[in-house]
Structures are given as structure tokens and as C-alpha cells.
């Protein structure tokens, strides 16, 4: 992990007691970790009284620098010890480096699973719906009498909310090839995990 | 069921009563390639001169055995119907069993011609599928993220349309097990009754 001397400038506030007293230390270092994880948490320093002695502009470094920090480390996977070599040079004492490496032990995998989301993927698809049909006669035909399915998947888009929808129709030969098609997927994923 | 015809259907008809079931295989086989292809006037007035009568009893003779085939084969009727649906029409026994026969023969083609006009749905055409595992990403190194990767296929009234989709090992195990069932659904008891009863 590299940082540029801005954040390392930035982290060096946090390490500094006499702009984060001991007490606030926790109290920030929390409000970073969860400002990452939840959108709604990301103001909370601003309205907290508990960092009502603290110089608002060395907060908000301090602040912005925990983030930094936070986000390159869970990027790169970064190991405790290369992590602490990191803070020590920040001026963080052993303490204030347990307390940082313990709680982004503790929510790692949480944050790389929210970076993972991060970027562009195609549409990931979540969950199916069907109804199944039976196709008497149309303006043109009498007695078609077939099956037909309808399929709706459903589908997450990064950067969109909700669910969207994949719907065509298939008749029942055409949902065979389908789903054999999907069989020889699951098939390929099974022999790999296998032979692991 | 029986097909009712109007009395203007029968009198177009009634031309081709009088002629030799040669003439009514040629008659059939203009029909056929007019509900292939649309209807030619050209072919009318070669065949009115060859006949020596009007072009127009040459042309009602054409929409006469067309609506006679296409009717028959929207309704799916089968030989005896058939047979019964002509009786009206003051053929000949002979001429009755060419009908029958070339009915029997054109039915299938007529049937598929219908069916692409009816309304269709966008429908599945085929998948592709890969299996890549994600190892980088601008926001995220050193991950081992398994993604299947599709390429669904669909037809839309001729036109083809592609979409990229993905998906991971769990759901993909998920979604081919919903599908699955919903196959096996049609395999089921009551919608075999159904379908059974629907004829």
C-alpha cells in the first residue's frame, strides 16, 4: 500500500493527541469505519458535540485521511504489520494502532465486498420468475395447443436501484435447451470447485 | 366441426366442379404459391386464355380453393370434417379425394405460413455461457470472484437481440433449479389433464 503525502499529511493529524485527544480517537476513528460501510453515516462527525473541542478544519483532515487510509488498505488487502509501519510513521502510538488494525480486521470483508461492487459489471442476475402458458389459438390459427413459458430474470445494475427485468418466452423444447445449457454451467463451476 | 361456406364461396367455387382434377392440381398449386408469395394476376390471365374463360371465373376459382385450404387448415380439420365440409360443394368423388389429398399434403406448410403471421412474444433463441474468475479491479486487488458470464440470444419478429449477462456459482446453482422445476411442472398431472382436454 502507498499513500500520497497528502493522506500521510492527513493521518498525521489523527496520530497527533493535541489535534485528536485520546478521548475522540475512538469516537472518530468508528465514525470513519462506518461513514465507508453506510451512505447514511457519512455527516456524522459534523453535528457530533464530542468533537466539540477539536479545530473543525484539522476534523475534517483527520476525517478524510481515516477514509483514505481505510479504503487503500482494504483495496490492497493490506497485511496488520505493513498497516502499522504505516500509522507509526503517522505518529499513531501502539494503542491508537491496536485500536485501528482491530477494527479493520473486523470489518474487512464487509468492505471488500462493497468494493467488489464498485465498477461495471453487466447485469448480475439474481433471481428468475416464470408462469407457464398454455397457447390455445390465435386471429390466425386455431388449435395451436402449446406450451409456452415466460421468463422474467431479474437482474441487479451497478449504479441503478432496484431490480430490472430480462423477460422473453420459450416454448417448452426451447426451456429444455436452457436449461441444459445452465446444467452444463453448473456442471463446469462443479468440477473446478472439485478438483481444488 | 364443419366448415360452413357462404353461397358467393360456392359459386366460386362451382367453375372448378366442372373441370378434370388435372385442372384442379394446377389450380392448387397457384393457390399454394399464392399463399406463399401473394397472388400474381399474370398467372390468372395465362391460365384464362389456356381455359378459355374469363379471367375473373380464373380468379375466383384461385380464392375459392385458398380460402377453402387456408380456412380447412386454421381449423385444423381433420379427413372425415374435410370430407363432410366439400360434400356441399357438388364435386365429384374422384375430384373430392384429390382435395383431400392435396389438402392433407399443404395443411403442414399452410399452418407454419400462419403461424409467422400470428403475434409473437420476443422468444429464446440460444445461450452462451463462460466461466471467468475475477482477479482486479480498479476498486478492488487481489480478489478470486467466480463469474459466469451469459450471452442470451432473443428473437423479436425476426429481429435478433443479444444481452450480456452474469451471474455467480450460487445463483446460477439457484436459477437452473427454479427453471428446472418449472420444466417439470409441464410434466405434471394436472397440466397433462389440461392439455389433454384441450383439443
Known amino acids: 500500500m502507498e499513500l500520497s503525502q497528502a493522506v500521510i499529511d492527513s493521518l498525521s493529524i489523527v496520530g497527533d493527541s493535541a489535534h485528536v485527544p485520546n478521548k475522540c480517537y475512538q469516537r472518530l476513528l468508528d465514525a470513519a469505519f462506518d461513514g465507508v460501510v453506510d451512505s447514511e453515516q457519512r455527516n456524522r462527525i459534523s453535528g457530533d458535540e464530542a468533537f466539540g473541542g477539536v479545530d473543525k478544519a484539522a476534523l475534517k483532515e483527520a476525517y478524510a485521511g481515516l477514509v483514505s487510509c481505510i479504503i487503500e488498505a482494504t483495496k490492497h488487502d493490506t497485511e496488520a504489520a505493513s498497516l502499522e509501519a504505516v500509522l507509526e510513521d503517522c505518529k499513531f502510538t501502539a494503542d491508537r494502532i491496536k485500536a485501528f488494525i482491530s477494527s479493520y480486521q473486523e470489518r474487512k470483508q464487509i468492505l471488500q465486498i462493497l468494493l467488489g461492487n464498485v465498477g461495471v459489471t453487466p447485469p448480475h442476475i439474481v433471481d428468475v420468475d416464470w408462469r407457464l402458458d398454455y397457447y390455445i389459438k390465435n386471429n390466425h390459427l386455431e388449435k395451436v395447443n402449446q406450451a409456452v413459458y415466460l421468463i422474467s430474470l431479474k437482474t441487479e445494475v451497478p449504479g441503478k436501484p432496484g431490480i430490472q427485468d430480462v423477460q422473453f418466452s420459450c416454448t417448452q423444447e426451447q426451456l429444455q435447451d436452457f436449461v441444459g445449457k445452465l446444467k452444463d454451467a453448473t456442471k463446469c463451476l462443479e468440477k473446478i470447485s472439485a478438483s481444488q | ?199
Not at chain 2, 121 to 139: G, I, K, M
Request: proline share 2%; net charge negative; aromatic share 8%.
Open chain 2, 1 to 199: 366441426m364443419l366448415l360452413i361456406f357462404d353461397d358467393k364461396h360456392k359459386e366460386h367455387l362451382s367453375f372448378l366442379t366442372d373441370t378434370e382434377t388435372d385442372v384442379v392440381r394446377e389450380f392448387c398449386k397457384i393457390s399454394m404459391e399464392f399463399i406463399r408469395k401473394g397472388s400474381n394476376r399474370k398467372i390468372y390471365q395465362g391460365a384464362a386464355q389456356k381455359l378459355k374463360v374469363d379471367v375473373e371465373t380464373v380468379q375466383h376459382g384461385v380464392e375459392g380453393l385458398m380460402y377453402l385450404l387456408t380456412e380447412c387448415s386454421k381449423l385444423m380439420l381433420n379427413e372425415i370434417d374435410f370430407q363432410d365440409s366439400i360434400l356441399t360443394l357438388g364435386f365429384s368423388e374422384d375430384m373430392r379425394q384429390t382435395l383431400l389429398e392435396l389438402y392433407l399434403q399443404n395443411r403442414r406448410e399452410i399452418r407454419a405460413i400462419m403461424s409467422e403471421m400470428a403475434m409473437d412474444l420476443p422468444h429464446y433463441q440460444n445461450l452462451e455461457w463462460r466461466f471467468d474468475v475475477q482477479l482486479a479491479s480498479r476498486s478492488l486487488r487481489r480478489q478470486t470472484t467466480p463469474v459466469v458470464t451469459f450471452k442470451l440470444h432473443i428473437d423479436d419478429a425476426g429481429e435478433r437481440e443479444t444481452k450480456v449477462l452474469q451471474t455467480d456459482p450460487v445463483n446460477l446453482v439457484h436459477l437452473t433449479k427454479v427453471l428446472d422445476e418449472a420444466l417439470q411442472e409441464m410434466k405434471s398431472p394436472y397440466c397433462r389433464r389440461i392439455a389433454r382436454n384441450i383439443k
